[in-house]
């Protein structure tokens, strides 16, 4: 079966511009949740995702978007992009968040570099 | 808002068992404790998850003490290939009942061949 897959790989993008990143989750997961990781540290949790519905939130400004679709993909959605959002962008997948959230498969992630 | 401490590194020489300790003084009644790996450029992999006294799986073990405010992973036999960042996470329970996954700073092990 395929993992958690990303895309895309890299990115790069001027300050000021919009990046949509993409993510589909391994066959049969329902829970979609996004991270940033900026180098050196762990990663951050942006957005959980469960049948199509937020369902949390991290501490991450109102530039930073997400939605889930009916297959269960996701994609998080970036505007008005700083030099700061440079980083890796991680999508993982479960079953089910309430009946064990912490059992997450992550995929390769997407380098996001803004210039 | 429950929150891990461990150690930034560890160094340990190939062959070696190596024990990383996550200090979470503030763990909630039910939550879980959870460890991933992470290698360079790589996104985190799930290593094991408990909740009390030992789990081991066919990667690790992971010790928690009667009183939950500490958990030792416990890596055997550690090879080159297991250099990496390991991660203590414990529960981050949102008010709409969904736990957030909460990651730390990590440990970063170097294995010495």
């Known amino acids: 079966d395929a993992g958690v897959t990303q895309s895309p790989t890299h990115l790069i993008k001027t300050r000021g511009q919009h990046v949509t990143l993409r993510c589909s989750p391994i066959s049969g997961h329902k829970s979609v949740s996004w991270y940033q990781q900026v180098l050196g540290q762990g990663p951050q949790f942006i957005f959980q995702y469960y049948e199509k519905e937020e369902r949390g939130r991290g501490n991450f400004p109102d530039r930073f978007s997400a939605r889930q679709f009916p297959n269960y993909s996701s994609e998080l959605n970036v505007n008005a992009l700083l030099l700061g959002d440079s980083a890796l962008y991680l999508c993982?997948?479960?079953?089910?968040?309430?009946?064990?959230?912490?059992?997450?498969?992550f995929g390769p992630g997407t380098r996001l570099t803004v210039t | 808002l429950a929150k891990t401490t461990q150690p930034i590194s560890m160094d340990s020489y190939e062959g070696q068992e190596v024990n990383i300790t996550c200090s979470h003084n503030n763990i909630a009644t039910n939550d879980y404790i959870t460890w991933y790996q992470q290698f360079p450029s790589q996104g985190p992999r799930f290593i094991i998850q408990g909740y009390k006294t030992k789990v081991t799986n066919e990667v690790a073990s992971l010790f928690i003490p009667a009183d939950r405010k500490s958990s030792t992973l416990s890596l055997p036999r550690v090879s080159l290939s297991d250099t990496a960042v390991y991660y203590c996470l414990v529960g981050d329970m949102d008010s709409g009942g969904y736990q957030k996954v909460t990651f730390g700073t990590g440990t970063k092990l170097q294995v010495i061949p």
């Open positions: 993982a997948s479960s079953f089910s968040p309430r009946d064990n959230p912490y059992e997450q498969y």
